[in-house]
């Protein structure tokens, strides 16, 4: 058993990495965090330290994969692999820009959630205490 976790730098990323780490450490299971990259890949070093300051707990078991590829596709495939119980992704991004994007390629939820076998969660980005 193991979890799988869409990371990205937007708020709604972040949300679901540390959702999913909190998840992970509960049921015991290892952690896959998959930061989907466009052309040239962001700094792995730098990257994944921030994810070990997000995940902040020394007893959760987790690994970051970098990888190039479409994100529904290469986290229906790395959850695959891993034979994950599920997959963790961030609530689709809003606005204008974002708005476009959706149209032109659709959101990453929404085609995790058509291709995936697995159950999905979806989470919001955080908005603080009301």
Not at 17 to 45: K, S
Request: proline share 6%; no cysteine.
């Amino acid at each position: 058993m193991a979890l799988v976790v869409g990371y990205d730098r937007h708020p709604a990323g972040r949300a679901a990495l540390v959702f999913a780490g909190e998840l992970a450490g509960a049921l015991n299971v290892p952690l896959h965090v998959v930061h989907v990259v466009n052309g040239r890949g962001a700094d792995f070093d730098a990257e994944r330290q921030r994810v070990a300051d997000a995940l902040g707990a020394a007893d959760l078991q987790w690994t970051y994969h970098q990888i190039r590829g479409d994100p529904a596709e290469v986290l229906v495939q790395v959850a695959d692999e891993h034979s994950a119980s599920m997959l963790v992704v961030g609530r689709p991004q809003h606005g204008p820009e974002a708005a476009l994007g959706h149209v032109v390629t659709g959101s990453v939820a929404r085609n995790v959630l058509r291709h995936s076998r697995r159950p999905v969660v979806v989470v919001p980005e955080y908005g603080g205490p009301t």
